[in-house]
């Protein structure tokens, strides 16, 4: 029997199984069930300095509203620690998603002239829905991480399978932990990377991509070289010659970079 579908295009979840985007749903977790399964409990160990520190998140509700954008809705997820924004295009039918993480400040928009806003409509177009998503407490490492892990929870629910986690500058270590952590993330990018949150990278198993500006003067280039040495293959650093922390003077290039990375890992086998 074919399950019912999300209001979001994507086919929804076995009523009998994980919830839908209304439901109650685990954020985090690393039992057998994933991310978002019944009575998963986030792990402890996040990369912050409080390992020992009880850190819960679970997702209470979803509202949505149609966005400014064509195809865009507007997202509102409720949980027990805070709501989290977002900024949905979903693609009916398909199960491959891009989910898109911004740095220490926050933001939805992306490195290299808003990559984010720019590829969130080409990848739709290649049949690739995109999850935005603006952190509760952007800059808090752990609360960010979490953030990351319940929008896989959302996706999960309704009915993703495959999902590349791409962030800039301090949310590329957030993609990193967060894509160890959830089993719904095939593949993880990392654009002007920090290296704080990466330490245990070798542990993250699942393709990763690394774009790093030669001349960036914010985080320098050392760190995405030093994240590329301590992970596991399959792996690519790329090193964009003269450019800066938000890759604009080669922001076609690395769009292009980021957009093969996710039809290779979330689009249609």
């Known amino acids: 029997m074919t399950n019912p579908r999300s209001p979001f295009g994507l086919p929804r979840r076995d009523p009998n199984g994980s919830n839908g985007a209304g439901g109650h749903d685990d ?9 978002g399964g019944p009575g998963d409990d986030l792990p402890r160990d996040l990369g912050g300095d409080n390992a020992d520190d009880e850190l819960t998140l679970k997702i209470t509700g979803v509202r949505a509203r149609q966005g400014e954008d064509p195809g865009e809705m507007e997202l509102e997820i409720e949980t027990s ?5 977002a900024f949905f295009t979903p693609v009916e039918g398909k199960t491959g998603v891009a ?3 911004g740095g220490a400040g926050g933001g939805v928009r992306g490195p290299a002239n808003e990559m984010y806003v720019t590829l969130a409509g080409e990848l739709a177009l290649a049949g690739v829905s995109t999850l935005r998503l603006e952190y509760r407490d952007a800059g808090e490492f752990e609360e960010c991480v979490m953030d990351a892990l319940a929008g896989c929870s959302f996706l999960k629910g309704i009915g993703a399978e495959r999902t590349v986690m791409v962030g800039h500058s301090f949310g590329g ?28 990278v070798e542990r993250l198993s699942k393709p990763l991509l690394l774009i790093h500006g030669s001349k960036d003067e914010v985080l320098d280039q050392q760190a995405s070289k030093d ?7 399959p792996k690519r650093l790329v090193i ?5 922390h938000g890759l604009t003077q080669h922001a076609d290039e690395a769009r292009s970079l980021v957009t093969q990375f996710i039809l290779e890992h979330a689009g249609e086998a």
């Open 27 to 35: 954020a985090g977790g690393a039992g057998p069930s994933g991310p």
């Open 81 to 85: 620690r805070g709501v989290i924004k």
């Open 99 to 101: 989910l898109f993480l």
């Open 173 to 200: 270590a957030v993609a990193v932990k967060a894509g160890e952590l959830a089993p719904i993330v095939s593949a993880v990018c990392g654009l002007s990377s920090q290296r704080f949150g990466t330490f245990e």
């Open 227 to 233: 994240i590329f040495e301590r992970a596991r293959e």
């Open 240 to 244: 964009l010659d003269g450019d800066g």
